[in-house]
C-alpha cells in the first residue's frame, strides 16, 4: 500500500476533477496542491509503476466534438487473431476503444469490441465495413448509442 503525504491526497482529490485546460496544467495542478510540477509527474508515475492507476489521460466527450452518430459494435473472433485485428481497429482513427472479452455465454459469443464513431450514421457504417475489409472478424452485431447517460471519474476521496 502506497503511503502518501496531505499533499498527495490534495493532487488525487483534485485529479477526480477535470485537469486544467492549459498549457502546463502539470504545473497547474501542482500549483494548487502545495507542490512542485516535477512532484505531481512523479507522483503520477509512481501511481503508474506501483499499479494503482493503469495510464493517466484525457477523456474525450465526443458528442461535443460533433462525432455524435456512435455504436459498440460487438464481434465473434477467432482467439488466435485477435491480436491482429486489434491492431488493425487501433490503426482506425475514428475508433477509440478496442477491447478483447472472453466470452462462455452461449448467448452472448461476442468477445472483440470497437467503439466506432462517425458524425453521421453512415459514416461510422462506412466504417465498420472498412475494418471487416481489412480485419478477420467473425459475425457482428451493433449497439447503437442512443443517448450517452454516464461519463464521469471515480472519486475515492
Known amino acids: 500500500m502506497l503511503s502518501l503525504s496531505q499533499n498527495e491526497r490534495a493532487l488525487l482529490r483534485r485529479l477526480q476533477k477535470n485537469i486544467p485546460r492549459t498549457l502546463t496544467p502539470y504545473a497547474d495542478l501542482a500549483k494548487e496542491c502545495g507542490m512542485r510540477e516535477e512532484e505531481v509527474i512523479e507522483f503520477l508515475n ?82 465498420v465495413e472498412k475494418l471487416k475489409s481489412m480485419a478477420p472478424l467473425g459475425k457482428h452485431i451493433v449497439l447503437e448509442t442512443v443517448r450517452e447517460l454516464k461519463k464521469v471519474s471515480m472519486t475515492y476521496f
Open 46 to 127: 509512481r501511481l503508474k509503476k506501483a499499479g494503482a492507476i493503469r495510464r493517466f489521460g484525457a477523456m474525450i466527450r465526443h458528442q461535443k466534438t460533433d462525432w455524435v452518430h456512435n455504436a459498440m459494435v460487438a464481434w465473434m473472433v477467432d482467439e488466435n487473431v485477435r491480436a491482429k485485428c486489434g491492431a488493425i481497429a487501433a490503426s482506425i482513427p475514428n475508433i477509440s476503444h478496442v477491447y478483447y472479452r472472453p466470452s462462455n455465454d452461449p448467448e452472448w459469443p461476442y468477445t472483440f469490441y470497437t467503439m466506432i464513431h462517425g458524425r453521421t450514421p453512415d459514416e461510422w457504417q462506412e466504417t
